[in-house]
């Protein structure tokens, strides 16, 4: 792969990389005012048939979101990558092909679950017991029960690739610890999925996955794929490297 393509994968990976920190930042606010989610049990599918923009909005944006991010673990796999991190190559190669299968599968469970909570919402209004039962039933048959692609794969590839960054110095350190930090918020919400770990809150109880799935999506994400974002287009626009490894280092390896 020639320097003009290295840049084009770049210069479009770094405006997705923007699209998507815009994306992750409108979810967080969306879910903050969405009145669904202050609800549990069947009152959520009421006020969703009542209210729907919001809901369906935020979860729209996550499906563009797990497309999106296509481009942007393409241009970051890349542009990580240095002289002398071959022995690394086995290892970022993998968790960089099941990180896209994550994202689309992201997009698709998100999909899934757009249909599902919109046709029980229509059940409820309806009073259909028989439609309701059948649907949650459907609803345990997600792609992703343990969001271990969702959560725990996406999130093994940002940890691993920081760290090669943070190795090589690719990325800036602040950009590298910026994304350790993103990645094991990521496995953090995975394993509290999987344990379906809880957390008491006066009378009430929450998910403790939520918490590292708000900070990592709400906080974490949107500064992490900015910052990229605008790294990406520079590159894009000057060279693969970044502008403080250019001098000392050759040209990315493609691979």
Known sequence: MNETQLKSIYRFGGWISLIVAAGFFLVG?????????RLRGDAIFQVFA???????????I????????VAVINALSRYV???GDEDWEGIVQFCTITALAGTIV??????????????LAEAHV???LVAITA?????????DPNFMWKFGLLGFFYLLISLLAWRNRSLPQGLAAWGVVTGVLLNLAMVFGITDTVIPIGKGQIAAMQIPAAIGGSICGPVFHFWLGLLL???????????????????????
């Open 62 to 69: 996550f499906v563009a979101i797990g497309i999106l991010s």
């Open 50 to 60: 009542e209210q729907p923009a919001i809901p369906l909005t935020w979860r729209y």
């Open 135 to 143: 649907l949650k039933m459907d609803s345990y048959l997600s792609f």
């Open 29 to 37: 606010v969306l879910v903050a005012i969405d009145p669904a989610e």
């Open 233 to 255: 287009i520079r590159a894009g626009a000057v060279g693969g490297l970044s502008a403080q490894s250019a001098v000392r280092q050759g040209p990315v390896h493609a691979h």
């Open 126 to 128: 309806a009073g259909d």
């Open 81 to 83: 990558r240095r002289p």
């Open 106 to 119: 992201s997009a698709l469970d998100w999909m899934r679950e757009i249909i599902g909570i919109s046709l």
